[in-house]
């Protein structure tokens, strides 16, 4: 889905910025009028913002896929996590429509249409935990501490080291160690 929102969305923004970087340049060899050169210009700040917006949204839709809040240090449900996308297909789809993009391969549409089975998996993932955490027969304050402090540690060590993004990686290494200072 990420990959067809950039073959789509991604691309048509770039394409736009590049035609209106060319209209820029033409109206400034032509010697326009100055109202036509700033009202270029204030597209091309708008294009940019929507630009960083978008770039915004892709890294959402892949940081609030996990059990715990990247940004806080809360336990995610089902129910955050579709908000969060439903949140972002809204505002890609608000760029669509602003910049009057085509989506040929229907990168929106498919994130709408994830957004349910995307969102089920933490819930799933809360679920074996829990799963496994009761066949312990551990007492419910240690259940709690496993799930709540130790569990946040394990699991952004792991994500850390999976991720091949040098940026995401140390986004993903200090939250490990923040939660390493909540134990």
């Not at 033409?26 to 700033?38: D, H, V």
């Not at 917006?53 to 579709?82: A, G, K, M, R, W």
């Not at 998996?121 to 679920?127: A, F, H, K, M, P």
Request: glycine residues 2%; positive net charge; aromatic residues 8%.
């Amino acid at each position: 889905m990420l990959y067809d929102l950039n073959r789509s969305i991604g691309f048509e923004l770039n394409c736009l910025g590049t035609r209106l970087e060319k209209q820029i340049q033409r109206a400034l060899l032509n010697q326009s009028k100055p109202e036509i050169i700033k009202e270029l210009e204030v597209k091309k700040q708008i294009l940019q913002e929507s630009k960083a917006t978008y770039n915004h949204c892709c890294y959402s839709i892949s940081t609030c896929l996990h059990p715990f809040d990247i940004n806080y240090h809360t336990v995610q449900t089902t129910d955050l996590v579709e908000q969060s996308l439903e949140d972002i297909q809204a505002t890609l789809q608000n760029i669509y429509i602003t910049h009057k993009l085509q989506d040929p391969r229907n990168g929106i549409r498919k994130l709408k249409n994830q957004i349910q089975s995307l969102s089920a998996i933490v819930d799933i993932w809360w679920s074996i935990v829990d799963q496994c955490l009761t066949r312990q027969n551990s007492e419910v304050n240690v259940r709690l501490w496993v799930r709540e402090y130790l569990l946040p540690v394990v699991y952004w060590q792991q994500q850390s080291q999976r991720t091949k993004n040098p940026s995401f990686k140390t986004r993903l290494s200090s939250r490990q160690y923040q939660s390493q200072a909540n134990l």
